[in-house]
């Protein structure tokens, strides 16, 4: 069993940053692909960015590359959103996720294929 809690939301200006935190506790957090994806009012969750467990393989929405970057602390057991210059469309809940099984090979960037699911931390970038 994988527990997440995310931190570090809140408002920003357009053009600022935004470092989200997800605290993983559970005995697997350091063989597992790790990602966040955010939800916006009235649309579907979207993929934001992924993480193998080793590091070595990291996904990127189209949206946000360039601007975001996902990073990994096995010995922590966190994982790092960096968020610079966002926009008032990246506004959204986000959403810490980890895929059960250990070890994957793959990156998954789709909602289904995650297990686990933090409560989420609001991100509102105003204009």
């Known amino acids: 069993q994988v527990q997440l809690v995310e931190s570090g939301g809140g408002l920003v200006q357009a053009g600022g940053s935004l470092r989200l935190s997800c605290a993983a506790s559970g005995r697997f957090f350091s063989r597992n692909v790790m990602g966040w994806f955010r939800q916006a009012p009235g649309k579907d969750r979207e993929f934001v960015a992924a993480?193998?467990?080793?590091?070595?393989?990291?996904k990127y929405g189209d949206s946000v590359k360039g601007r975001f970057t996902i990073s990994r602390d096995n010995a922590q057991e966190t994982v790092v959103l960096q968020m610079n210059s966002l926009k008032p469309e990246d506004t959204a809940v986000y959403y810490c996720?980890?895929?059960?099984?250990?070890?994957?090979?793959?990156?998954?960037?789709?909602?289904?294929?995650?297990?686990?699911w933090g409560q989420g931390t609001q991100v509102t970038v105003s204009s």
């Open positions: 996720a980890a895929v059960a099984r250990e070890w994957s090979i793959l990156v998954p960037t789709t909602a289904p294929s995650y297990d686990y």
């Open positions: 993480i193998r467990w080793s590091g070595s393989s990291i």
